[in-house]
């Protein structure tokens, strides 16, 4: 499986646009990037998910250069309640095989 | 979307004892569900993979005779930690699939804290 890197926080305040890059130099052909939110004491959920170029769904939007070596996480206008840790996951297969979670990146949004 | 549901949410138990999680899928059929573990502020770590039917695959370095899993239908595996002590305190969090899909995502339990006295 490819290795994620992820600054491992980052501080905004509300209503600003957030974005968290995660690089992942070895993805492979076949690799999906996929995106969690874990909140204290929770499972993860899933954000979104993509292959190439932009994936934007009512959550976030996702940006994925043509050479797939890296992907952001754009969160627009965060508010408290977007406080979490945020996995970049980089694998084929997603839907079939566990996923291996990297450092993840630990989001403060303040007032 | 699917859910995930697992139970017990929190359970303290004291140290020489065994404890069961379980882990349901609520509305969809599941063949594999995997179980995580997670110390504080640390990432998720795969401890094994539980398929319906046949016996677990787990991952390097965790016990399968302390951490059994039974997958017995397409809805429920259990997690039972046996002679359970206080370093196997940690949250314990399921997920599973939906379908057959090459691509998509894993539904994750709202996970099971265990405290080890």
């Known amino acids: ?111 | 979307g699917a859910v995930v549901s697992q139970h017990p949410s929190r359970v303290i138990c004291k140290s020489g004892t065994s404890v069961k999680i379980e882990c349901r899928s609520l509305d969809f059929q599941a063949t594999t569900m995997f179980w995580y573990r997670q110390f504080p502020k640390q990432s998720l770590m795969l401890m094994a993979t539980s398929n319906e039917g046949s016996k677990a695959t787990y991952e390097q370095g965790v016990e399968k005779d302390k951490f059994l899993i039974n997958h017995a239908s397409l809805t429920l595996s259990t997690l039972t930690v046996t002679s359970a002590h206080p370093e196997d305190s940690s949250f314990y969090i399921c997920s599973a699939r939906v379908g057959d899909r090459s691509t998509g995502e894993l539904f994750f339990g709202e996970g099971s804290r265990l405290t080890v006295l």
Request: charge should be positive.
């Open chain 1, 1 to 111: 499986l490819a290795k994620t890197t992820q600054p491992i926080s980052m501080d905004s305040y509300e209503g600003q646009e957030v974005n968290i890059t995660c690089s992942h130099n070895n993805i492979a052909t076949n690799d999906y990037i996929t995106w969690y939110q874990q909140f204290p004491s929770q499972g993860p959920r899933f954000i979104i998910q993509g292959y190439k170029t932009k994936v934007t769904n009512e959550v976030a939007s996702l940006f994925i250069p043509a050479d797939r070596k890296s992907s952001t996480l754009s969160l627009p206008r965060v508010s408290l309640s977007d406080t979490a840790v945020y996995y970049c996951l980089v694998a084929a297969d997603t839907g079939r095989r566990a996923l291996t979670f990297g450092s993840g990146t630990r989001l403060q949004v303040q007032p």
